[in-house]
C-alpha cells in the first residue's frame, strides 16, 4: 500500500497534467507532502507554470490574478529569478503609472497606486521617495485652494528637490506650477486687502466681486466664502438667483481685476446653501440600466430626477468616474424641460467656473476638477431624455461609452437625433416609461430571452432584446 504522501503527489501530477495549477500548488503545498524529493521537483514544475501565467495576467490587466500566482508560485520555490523578474517589472510599470498620474494631476490616484505597491511590498525606498512627493503636491494643493500660494509653493520646490531624477519631466512641470503660485499669490493679497477694506464700508457688490475672484483663485478661501454669504444675506438674495444674475452681466461680474488666471491644478469650489445639502440629504436615486448594444457599445441609462456624479463609492453616486473627485461632486437635476448642474466642489461650463446651479444648455461642455469632460446633449427637439458624452480619457464603472438621462422616453436608432445612434439599424427602438416600468417599441419581430415580445414589452431585470437587425442586452444595476 501506497503511502498517504504518495498519493497526494499523485494526484498532483494528474492535476498538473489536466492544467489545474492552483489545485496541484494546494496539494505540494502541504506540510505532510512538501519535504519529499518527489514533491520538491513537481513543485518546480508547479511554480514555472504559475510564473507564465502570472506574466500573461498581468500583461493582460489582471495584476491581482497575477500577483496571486507569483505568490504561490514563490512559496513553491525552484523559480525565484523568474518571480524576481516579475516583481521587478510589476514595480516599473506601477511606478510608471505614478509619474503619468501626478503629471495629470491625479493625485489622489497616484496615492492609491503607492499603497497597492506599499501593500505588495514592492519598490522599497525609491517607492516611499515617490510617496513623499506625492504627500507633498497633495499638501500644496489643499494649501493653494486655501489661498496659501507661498506656502504651497514652498511644497512643490520640496516634491520637485525629492524627485530621484533631476531630468525627469515631472520637474519641468513642477517649477511651473511654482511660477503659477507665486503669481497668484500676489493677486491673492491684492484682493484679500480689497475684500477686508469692502467688507468694511459694507459695500456689499464689491464685496461680491472681490470674493468671487478671490474664490477663481482659492476655492476654499475662508474669509472670501464668510464675506460673499455676508454679502448675499445683506442684499436679500439666495445663491442660486445671484448665480442667475451674475450670468446675466457675463464678464463684467468679475470687474477687470478679476480675470481668472490660468489654474495650477483643478479646484473644489463647495456650494454653502443649507437647500442643496437637505436635498442632497433627502436624495432617492432612481433606477439604473446599462444598455450593452451589439456593434455599437454600452450606455448607462438613468431614470432618476437627479444623478449625483462622483468616484464609485458606497455613498452612491449615480455616475461614478475613475478619477479623481469627491464622492459627490456634482448633481444634475431634470426640472421640468431643463437639467439643473449643481457644484458640490469644482465644476465648470465652457471653461468658466461655477458657484451656483445653472441650467445646462445643448452642446456645453462640463468639467469636473479640470480633468473629465464631458459634453451634454439634447438630441431630439420633442425629447427631453438628455445624453452625457465622455470626452476625456476616464472611464466610468462599470464602463460604458456614454450617459443618458432618460426623461419620458429615449430612441434608439440610425437618425442622427437618436439618443442612442446605432448606425446599421434599420429601425427605430423607443424605450418609454410606463408607471414604474420600462417597455420599449420597434417595427418587425422581436424576441425578449429567446421568446417572441409583443409591441410594449415590458423590460424587467436583466435580459436580451433581438430583433431582424440589432441584438442588445439590458442589466439593472
Not at 500583461?59 to 512559496?75: F, I, N, P, Y
Not at 461680491?208 to 475662508?222: R, V
Not at 448633481?331 to 465648470?348: A, K, M, N, Q
Request: hydrophobic share 40%; proline share 3%; net charge positive.
Amino acid at each position: 500500500m501506497f503511502p498517504s504522501w504518495r498519493l497526494k503527489i499523485r494526484e498532483a501530477q494528474v492535476a498538473l497534467k489536466e492544467g489545474r495549477w492552483d489545485e496541484a500548488s494546494a496539494l505540494l503545498g502541504q506540510e505532510s507532502v512538501r519535504d519529499f524529493l518527489p514533491a520538491r521537483r513537481l513543485s518546480h514544475k508547479v511554480a514555472s507554470h504559475l510564473v507564465e501565467r502570472a506574466q500573461q495576467r498581468m500583461e493582460q490587466g489582471e495584476s491581482s490574478a497575477g500577483w496571486r500566482d507569483l505568490q504561490q508560485a514563490s512559496r513553491l520555490g525552484g523559480c525565484d529569478d523568474r518571480v524576481t523578474a516579475l516583481r521587478d517589472a510589476h514595480t516599473r510599470r506601477g511606478l510608471e503609472r505614478v509619474k503619468q498620474l501626478i503629471s495629470c494631476g491625479e493625485t489622489k490616484l497616484a496615492g492609491q497606486q503607492i499603497a497597492r505597491l506599499e501593500q505588495r511590498r514592492l519598490g522599497g525606498d525609491e517607492r516611499r521617495v515617490w510617496k513623499l512627493i506625492v504627500q507633498q503636491i497633495s499638501q500644496a494643493k489643499l494649501l493653494s485652494h486655501q489661498g496659501a500660494m507661498s506656502e504651497a509653493a514652498k511644497r512643490l520646490r520640496r516634491a520637485e528637490r525629492l524627485l530621484p531624477d533631476p531630468n525627469d519631466p515631472i520637474a519641468a512641470d513642477l517649477s511651473a506650477r511654482q511660477a503659477n503660485l507665486e503669481q497668484q499669490a500676489g493677486k491673492v493679497r491684492t484682493l484679500s486687502v480689497q475684500l477686508h477694506e469692502n467688507v468694511a464700508s459694507e459695500a456689499w457688490s464689491e464685496v461680491l466681486q472681490t470674493a468671487e475672484a478671490l474664490l477663481e483663485l482659492a476655492p476654499e478661501h475662508k474669509a472670501a466664502n464668510k464675506a460673499r454669504r455676508r454679502a448675499w444675506k445683506a442684499v436679500g438674495l439666495g445663491e442660486a438667483q445671484a448665480f442667475r444674475d451674475r450670468e446675466l452681466t457675463g464678464s463684467r461680474r468679475l470687474g477687470k481685476q478679476a480675470t481668472t488666471s490660468t489654474r495650477v491644478w483643478t479646484s473644489s469650489a463647495k456650494v454653502d446653501t443649507v437647500s442643496l445639502r437637505n436635498r442632497q440629504e433627502k436624495k432617492m436615486s432612481g433606477k439604473r440600466i446599462v444598455a450593452w448594444i451589439d456593434e455599437v457599445g454600452g450606455f448607462l441609462i438613468c431614470l432618476g430626477e437627479e444623478v449625483m456624479l462622483g468616484q464609485p463609492s458606497t455613498s452612491g453616486a449615480d455616475i461614478p468616474f475613475l478619477a479623481d473627485l469627491s464622492r459627490q461632486h456634482a448633481t444634475i437635476r431634470r426640472e421640468g424641460e431643463s437639467y439643473v448642474l449643481t457644484p458640490i466642489h469644482r465644476v465648470s461650463i465652457n471653461g468658466k467656473t461655477l458657484v451656483g446651479p445653472t441650467v445646462l444648455n445643448d452642446g456645453v461642455q462640463i468639467e469636473l476638477e479640470g480633468s473629465v469632460r464631458l459634453k451634454f446633449r439634447r438630441p431630439h427637439a420633442l425629447s427631453a431624455t438628455a445624453v452625457l458624452t465622455i470626452e476625456s480619457h476616464h472611464k466610468t464603472d462599470p464602463a460604458v461609452d456614454g450617459i443618458v438621462l432618460m426623461s419620458e422616453s429615449c430612441i434608439l436608432g440610425p437618425q442622427a437625433q437618436s439618443h442612442i445612434y446605432c448606425r446599421k439599424w434599420a429601425n427605430d427602438l423607443v424605450l418609454f416609461r410606463r408607471g414604474d416600468d420600462l417597455q420599449f417599441r420597434t417595427a418587425g419581430s422581436v424576441e425578449i430571452d429567446g421568446e417572441p415580445a409583443s409591441r410594449g414589452a415590458t423590460l424587467a431585470g436583466t435580459c436580451q432584446v433581438a430583433g431582424e437587425d440589432f441584438a442588445l442586452s439590458f442589466e439593472e444595476i
